[in-house]
T-cell receptor, first 109, second 114 residues
Framework: DAKTTQPTSMDCAEGRAANLPCNHS???????VYWYRQIHSQGPQYIIH???NNETNEMASLIITEDRKSSTLILPHATLRDTAVYYC??????????FGAGTRLTVKP | GAGVSQSPSNKVTEKGKDVELRCDPI?????LYWYRQRLGQGLEFLIY????????KSGLPSDRFSAERTGESVSTLTIQRTQQEDSAVYLC????????????FGDGTRLSIL
């Protein structure tokens, strides 16, 4: 019952913006979009979440389309340390976070 | 402040033995989750605790798996009569319990069954 679709992998040049897309065409009106990332051998790290407005924090920006069927996570100036698997998750309530396969982002020098 | 702490970080044991994994959530977090992550795969939900409510055990794969949590503190995940397919990283997460609050993860316990 996958609720999100992400590309399997992406590359980005160091210092450039990384734009990671996510499709969630079956999202319900009160479901939030969350982004996490997982660096090798570590637990997932929370990045950002939003409902319908665009959001920005110290790590990233989240752009959600007006129809809420897709979103983009933006890392404005990618560094080598941003190489990780990025997960987009649609979540209705406080129970389990259904992590899919995510996007493997490789930042290259 | 301190994040979610899990112990041990690594555990190697023989097939058939019981193992106990520990999770110390962030202080004040009422919600606690256990996940399993097999090599190269995504996270698999196991169990969820919220305050004093009955836990959601819907993700536990078999009756060999159980978990306890005392109040809003430490949780232990127990696997009895371990099998080789139990080899995985077991991750714990906690959140402040609000419906939209993000989960914060520990670095997991890497369990290897020989």
């Amino acid at each position: 019952d996958a609720k999100t679709t992400q590309p399997t992998s992406m590359d980005c040049a160091e210092g450039r913006a990384a734009n990671l897309p996510c499709n969630h065409s079956t999202i319900s009106g009160n479901e939030y979009v969350y982004w996490y990332r997982q660096i090798h051998s570590q637990g997932p790290q929370y990045i950002i979440h939003g409902l319908k407005n665009n959001e920005t924090n110290e790590m990233a920006s989240l752009i959600i389309t007006e129809d809420r069927k897709s979103s983009t996570l933006i890392l404005p100036h990618a560094t080598l340390r941003d190489t990780a698997v990025y997960y987009c998750i649609v979540r209705l309530n406080n129970n389990d976070m259904r992590f899919g396969a995510g996007t493997r982002l490789t930042v290259k020098p | 402040g301190a994040g979610v702490s899990q112990s041990p970080s690594n555990k190697v044991t023989e097939k058939g033995k019981d193992v106990e994994l520990r999770c110390d959530p962030i202080s004040g977090h009422t919600a606690l989750y256990w996940y399993r992550q097999r090599l190269g795969q995504g996270l698999e939900f196991l169990i969820y605790f919220q305050g004093n409510s009955a836990p959601d055990k819907s993700g536990l794969p078999s009756d060999r798996f159980s978990a306890e949590r005392t109040g809003e503190s430490v949780s232990t995940l127990t696997i009895q009569r371990t099998q080789q397919e139990d080899s995985a990283v077991y991750l714990c997460a906690s959140s402040s319990g609000g419906r939209v609050q993000p989960q914060h993860f520990g670095d997991g316990t890497r369990l290897s069954i020989l």
